[in-house]
Structures are given as C-alpha cells and as structure tokens.
T-cell receptor, first 113, second 114 residues
C-alpha cells in the first residue's frame, strides 16, 4: 500500500523567509515522488519529481526537495519566499507497478509582506 | 494555447439535469484522467483512459459516465447528480500510464449541484 501525509494544512511565512513544507510517504517499494502546486482557480502544475536518481531534486521557481529514505520524507523547501509563492502545494507518491498516483491533502502556503 | 483545456470553467446544474464536461489536450499524450477535488479531501481519481481504453474506474457512481473518443478528447457525462457531487473536476493527461510520467492538469470545471 502507498500513502502520503502532509503535515500542516496551512503554513504561514514572511516574504524572504525560508519555506518548508513537509511530506512523509509510505510505500512497500522505493517510490516515485512528486510535488505539485495549485494557484487559485487553476489546475495543478508539476514543481518537481523524484525518480530514484539524485536524492536532492531541483524544481521550478527556486523550489527543491530532498528524498530521505531513512525518514521516509520528501520535504519541499525554498530559501526565500516570494509573494507569488502563495498557493496550495500537493505531495504525491506512486509505487512502481501500482500505476496509481496518490495525493496528499495539500498544504496552503500563505506569504505575508 | 494551454496544454490541457477544460470547458466549461463553471457549471451550475439541478439534480435532474444532464450535462457534459469536456477536456482536450494538445500535448500528444496517450493517457487521460478525471479527478474530483473537494474541499479538505485528497484528490480522488475517478477514471483513467490509456490509448482510448478505460483502464481505471475507481468505484465511481454510474451517474458519472466517461467517454474518450480519441487520445486528445475526454468527456464526463453527468446526470441525476447529488449536491455532494459539487466539486472541482480536473482533467489531466500524461505521456503514458507509466509510473513516473508527470500529470499535466487543466484548470478544472467548478461544478455546483443545486
């Protein structure tokens, strides 16, 4: 079975501060992991993906995530938040052979000036 | 032109109405998906088509009926819906129904059932 847990339905940061969005996964085999972002009134957009190559994955808009097998985590970070980063972020996991992507419940990022 | 286009963007329908949602992808992908997004719930996969063949029906009620006439078009036919069916319906496509093919989403249809 595979699942993903996103800790914190809302995260608030100030502009320029570090962004850290948490994602923990459960999978019986080494998984593929994704982060998607959803801006208001839009669909989801791929930020980055981990597919068993480098454990530190760089994505669009300055975001990156690190795969840590020992912690079953795939947290999303950005060194300096921008107002335009305010959106909802979804972590997703798929176990090879399952062919079914499982999404977390999402974390809404709020950025204040 | 965006990669995945959904129409209409908003739809209000009564419980006795029949309506259809349309999705079109311009990415040359072979797999297409319908997802339901409700507040405070994870995205729910409804249907998957791979090379026009339905490969997944995630225990969706029969009042939702998908149609995939070709690899570029996907429809969701709706009839006798319930108020709890009100949600954002997202269409997505991917290169194939493989494990690491990322999904490309449309902007969704916001459905309200009255």
């Amino acid at each position: 079975a595979q699942s993903v847990t996103q800790l914190g339905s809302h995260v608030s940061v100030s502009e320029g501060a570090l962004v850290l969005l948490r994602c923990n996964y459960s999978s019986s085999v080494p998984p593929y992991l994704f982060w998607y972002v959803q801006y208001p009134n839009q669909g989801l957009q791929l930020l980055l993906k981990y597919t068993s190559a480098a454990t530190l994955v760089k994505g669009i808009n300055g975001f990156e995530a690190e795969f840590k097998k020992s912690e079953t985590s795939f947290h999303l970070t950005k060194p300096s938040a921008h107002m335009s980063d305010a959106a909802e972020y979804f972590c997703a996991v798929i176990s090879p052979g399952f062919q079914k992507l499982v999404f977390g419940t999402g974390t809404r990022l709020l950025v204040s000036p | 032109e965006t990669g995945v286009t959904q129409t209409p963007r908003h739809l209000v329908m009564g419980m006795t109405n029949k309506k259809s949602l349309k999705c079109e992808q311009h990415l040359g992908h072979n797999a297409m998906y319908w997802y339901k997004q409700s507040a405070k719930k994870p995205l729910e996969l409804m249907f998957v088509y791979n090379f026009k063949e339905q490969t997944e029906n995630n225990s969706v009620p029969s009042r939702f009926s998908p149609e995939c006439p070709n690899s570029s078009h996907l429809f969701l036919h709706l009839h006798t819906l319930q108020p709890e069916d009100s949600a954002l319906y997202l269409c997505a496509s991917s290169q194939g129904q493989t494990d690491n093919s990322p999904l490309h989403f449309g902007n969704g249809t916001r459905l309200t059932v009255t």
